[in-house]
């Protein structure tokens, strides 16, 4: 039986792999913004989701 905090996905992760699509769209989802902006957000600040959250405004 799988945890909430595992279900979650990205969004618990403190990094993102932007190779696994279900990561991208998990985190998406939940700053609510595209797929693209979190990989263009990747590109200019790294994968640590602190950082891409804040890169965002979030």
Do not use: C, F
């Not at 990094?15 to 699509?21: F, L, M, P």
């Amino acid at each position: 039986m799988t945890d909430a905090k595992t279900r979650a996905g990205a969004a618990t992760r403190e990094r993102i792999d932007i190779r696994k699509a279900q990561e991208v769209r998990d985190l998406a989802k939940v700053l609510r913004v595209t797929s693209h902006q979190i990989r263009q957000a990747v590109e200019m600040v790294g994968p640590r989701v602190k950082d891409i959250s804040r890169h965002l405004g979030k």
